[in-house]
């Protein structure tokens, strides 16, 4: 098969034009190879030469804000993936953007997701400072996003400070209002930035007056500011010492929570990809986040297609899980086989994981028996499941138990009493249904456990009947 190697601008206006050309001549996405100048031509590729004059191409309105959202991320391959979608859209697949379980759709909204978040964040986390120039006065700032966003973010700064000369200087763009129109210019490191922190002792100023350590919690506040942004917020260089201002019991949560377990480091960053949970599922073999990792036999992850609908999530690995390196393959999952085929949703096609990915377990002579894991050990391992959930993008996601349905839902969740019932509009999926572990049935008396297996029915038909 013929590749074509495609040489574009990495901008949106370039990429409609080469799209265009591609669709003209037939090229279908598998035989196109895109270069924004970030990637090496593959060997053997043939230099295609864009024509200027092919007709427009008719898309859904869906597709060109999906297009220009995805056009700003970082990852160079979302070029070649917004041709795929764009080919399967104009052979057939229509109506494939509600197809939100399609791997493709998924991993492109998620770009779209994601460069919408990086915007807002532009929008709450750039401080301007006051520099006095030989045009009078101008207000700058330094700021890096984390992808292109600059363009998109730009007009909201323009409806805040019309009246104002101002300049955003990130390290690949650089945009400058002048009272008039958007000017745009390469960007600069922050170095080469002049300081302009005349307002900056305002800024710690009005942040120390309303700051109250009592209600600190860092890890809600890395989670809605990441760290990485903190130098570049004036206020927060006042952070530190308020921390050590404040009292012994504040201190010691603190403390408390910087030596807290956590998978995190060991997390892989990278955007979501049809490799994407492979990636995962290596790196955590090598997870060391909490001390489960020490007497278990390896790391056991999830299990299941990329593109499931549907996600079961238990509580750990049981000893058979722990030794074959699979969930739900011991005596609970044969359990649980029975339960799906009689709710009428095929094992093969569901993602299964657990809450923890280590075995938690006691020796007793020979015998390896279960124990339920700490809270902490849910806490550390938690972002790899947030990592699984991410990579999927679910419709529908089953808690197994008590464990996997509080490591989502809160601790104050109880299955006995919420069982069964659909919870609408979670961040990890649109419908999480909780409803009982198939290890908590085996362990019934024989009368219960038919009452039980009948629950865990019906709790996963509700949960298969969702669309």
Same mark, same amino acid.
């Given at each position: 098969?013929?590749?074509l190697?495609?040489?574009?601008?990495?901008?949106? @206006?370039s990429w409609q034009?080469?799209?265009?050309s591609?669709?003209?001549d037939g090229a279908?996405?598998?035989?196109?190879?895109?270069d924004?100048?970030?990637?090496?031509?593959?060997?053997f590729?043939?230099s295609?030469?864009i024509?200027d004059?092919?007709?427009p191409?008719r898309?859904?309105?869906?597709?060109?804000?999906? +297009?220009?959202?995805?056009?700003?991320?970082?990852?160079?391959?979302?070029?070649?993936?917004?041709?795929?979608l764009l080919?399967?859209?104009?052979h057939g697949?229509?109506?494939?953007?509600?197809?939100?379980v399609? @791997?493709?759709?998924a991993?492109?909204?998620?770009?779209?997701?994601?460069v919408?978040?990086?915007?807002?964040?532009m929008?709450?986390f750039?401080r301007?400072?006051?520099?006095?120039?030989?045009?009078g006065?101008?207000?700058?700032?330094?700021?890096?996003?984390?992808?292109d966003v600059v363009?998109?973010?730009?007009?909201l700064f323009v409806e805040?400070?019309r009246?104002?000369?101002?300049?955003?200087?990130?390290?690949?763009?650089?945009v400058r209002?002048?009272?008039?129109?958007?000017?745009f210019a @390469?960007?600069?490191g922050?170095?080469?930035?002049?300081q302009?922190d005349?307002?900056?002792?305002?800024?710690? %100023?009005?942040y120390?007056?309303v700051?109250?350590?009592?209600?600190?919690?860092?890890?809600a506040?890395r989670?809605e500011?990441?760290?990485?942004f903190?130098n570049?917020? @004036?206020?927060?260089?006042?952070?530190?010492?308020?921390?050590?201002e404040?009292?012994?019991?504040?201190d010691?949560?603190?403390?408390?929570?910087?030596?807290?377990p956590?998978a995190?480091?060991?997390?892989?960053?990278?955007a979501?990809?049809?490799?994407?949970?492979?990636?995962l599922?290596?790196?955590a073999m090598?997870?060391?986040?909490?001390?489960?990792?020490?007497?278990?036999?390896?790391?056991?992850f999830?299990?299941?297609p990329?593109s499931?609908?549907?996600?079961?999530?238990?509580?750990?690995p049981?000893d058979?899980?722990?030794?074959r390196?699979?969930?739900?393959?011991?005596p609970?999952?044969?359990?649980?086989?029975?339960a799906?085929?009689e709710?009428g949703?095929?094992?093969?096609?569901?993602?299964?994981?657990?809450?923890v990915?280590?075995?938690?377990f006691?020796?007793?002579g020979k015998?390896?028996?279960?124990? %339920?894991?700490?809270t902490?050990?849910v %806490?550390?391992?938690?972002?790899?499941?947030?990592a699984?959930l991410?990579?999927?993008?679910?419709s529908v996601?089953?808690?197994?138990g008590?464990?996997?349905?509080?490591?989502l839902?809160g601790g104050?969740?109880?299955?006995t009493?919420?069982r069964?019932?659909?919870?609408?509009?979670?961040r990890? +999926?649109p %419908?999480?249904?909780?409803t009982?572990?198939?290890?908590a049935?085996?362990?019934?008396p024989?009368?219960?456990r038919r009452?039980?297996m009948?629950?865990?029915?019906a709790d996963?038909?509700?949960?298969?009947?969702?669309?």
């Amino acid at each position: 098969m013929r590749t074509l190697h495609v040489r574009i601008e990495s901008t949106l @206006p370039s990429w409609q034009r080469a799209a265009r050309s591609l669709l003209a001549d037939g090229a279908a996405a598998e035989t196109v190879h895109w270069d924004d100048g970030s990637a090496t031509p593959p060997l053997f590729a043939t230099s295609y030469a864009i024509d200027d004059s092919a007709p427009p191409v008719r898309v859904p309105a869906t597709f060109a804000a999906l +297009a220009e959202a995805v056009a700003c991320h970082r990852d160079a391959a979302k070029w070649e993936m917004l041709y795929a979608l764009l080919w399967r859209l104009t052979h057939g697949e229509r109506s494939l953007l509600a197809n939100r379980v399609d @791997p493709l759709v998924a991993n492109l909204r998620d770009y779209q997701q994601q460069v919408e978040r990086d915007v807002h964040k532009m929008h709450a986390f750039v401080r301007f400072g006051r520099l006095e120039t030989e045009e009078g006065e101008e207000w700058l700032a330094w700021y890096h996003p984390d992808h292109d966003v600059v363009a998109r973010a730009a007009p909201l700064f323009v409806e805040r400070f019309r009246a104002m000369r101002w300049s955003i200087v990130t390290p690949r763009t650089t945009v400058r209002w002048d009272g008039s129109e958007l000017q745009f210019a @390469p960007g600069a490191g922050r170095d080469e930035v002049p300081q302009a922190d005349e307002l900056e002792h305002l800024w710690r %100023t009005y942040y120390r007056s309303v700051f109250n350590p009592a209600r600190m919690n860092l890890r809600a506040m890395r989670s809605e500011m990441p760290s990485r942004f903190w130098n570049q917020l @004036p206020e927060l260089t006042a952070l530190p010492s308020m921390l050590r201002e404040a009292t012994p019991h504040v201190d010691g949560m603190l403390r408390d929570q910087r030596a807290a377990p956590s998978a995190a480091p060991f997390v892989p960053s990278g955007a979501n990809s049809p490799s994407r949970l492979r990636q995962l599922r290596d790196a955590a073999m090598e997870c060391r986040g909490c001390e489960l990792y020490e007497p278990a036999t390896q790391t056991v992850f999830g299990s299941g297609p990329p593109s499931a609908r549907i996600v079961l999530i238990g509580e750990q690995p049981g000893d058979e899980e722990d030794r074959r390196g699979a969930p739900f393959v011991g005596p609970a999952g044969r359990l649980l086989d029975e339960a799906l085929h009689e709710a009428g949703i095929n094992r093969a096609d569901v993602y299964l994981t657990n809450a923890v990915k280590h075995f938690h377990f006691e020796e007793r002579g020979k015998r390896r028996i279960h124990k %339920t894991p700490r809270t902490s050990h849910v %806490t550390a391992c938690r972002p790899w499941l947030e990592a699984e959930l991410s990579a999927i993008s679910p419709s529908v996601i089953i808690c197994l138990g008590g464990t996997a349905a509080k490591s989502l839902l809160g601790g104050t969740f109880r299955v006995t009493e919420e069982r069964g019932k659909p919870i609408y509009g979670t961040r990890w +999926a649109p %419908t999480v249904v909780a409803t009982l572990h198939p290890s908590a049935i085996l362990r019934m008396p024989e009368e219960g456990r038919r009452e039980g297996m009948a629950m865990l029915v019906a709790d996963l038909r509700v949960a298969g009947r969702v669309e």
